[in-house]
């Protein structure tokens, strides 16, 4: 069964930067539209960035925007999440899941509609 697998996560300071990285083996990635989704303590799982083989990435949260983004590399099967000036409202777990359609749904859709979950990854962003 196809599952995500997330890494990358782990403890910032304030202002600092991590990149996240997620495969899925067996997967087609040129076809598959990935999104990245958070899941803070007591918080439901939100969506917030896409990337996509038929476009730019797309960020869900304005909080986000200038701040994150998503990449991928077919070649390696491997989508990114660059996350620069990191705050404390981003500690959470991170995941990636694919999409129903091949390229960035907009809006985000009900997680319940996208596939493959992995286990995440924990970022802490904490001084």
């Known amino acids: 069964q196809l599952q995500f697998v997330e890494s990358g996560g782990g403890l910032v300071q304030p202002g600092g930067s991590l990149r996240l990285s997620c495969t899925a083996p067996?997967?087609?990635?040129?076809?598959?539209?990935i999104s990245w989704f958070r899941q803070a303590p007591g918080k439901e799982r939100e969506g917030v960035s896409c990337?996509?083989?038929?476009?730019?990435?797309?960020n869900y949260i304005d909080s986000v925007k200038g701040r994150f983004s998503a990449s991928r590399d077919n070649a390696k099967s491997t989508v990114y999440l660059q996350m620069d000036n990191l705050k404390p409202e981003d500690t959470g777990t991170y995941y990636c899941?694919?999409?129903?359609?091949?390229?960035?749904?907009?809006?985000?859709?009900?997680?319940?509609?996208?596939?493959?979950w992995g286990q995440g990854t924990p970022v802490t962003v904490s001084s």
């Open positions: 899941a694919a999409d129903v359609l091949w390229f960035c749904s907009d809006p985000v859709r009900p997680t319940h509609e996208y596939k493959y």
């Open positions: 067996g997967l087609n990635f040129y076809e598959t539209a």
């Open positions: 990337s996509s083989s038929a476009g730019g990435p797309k």
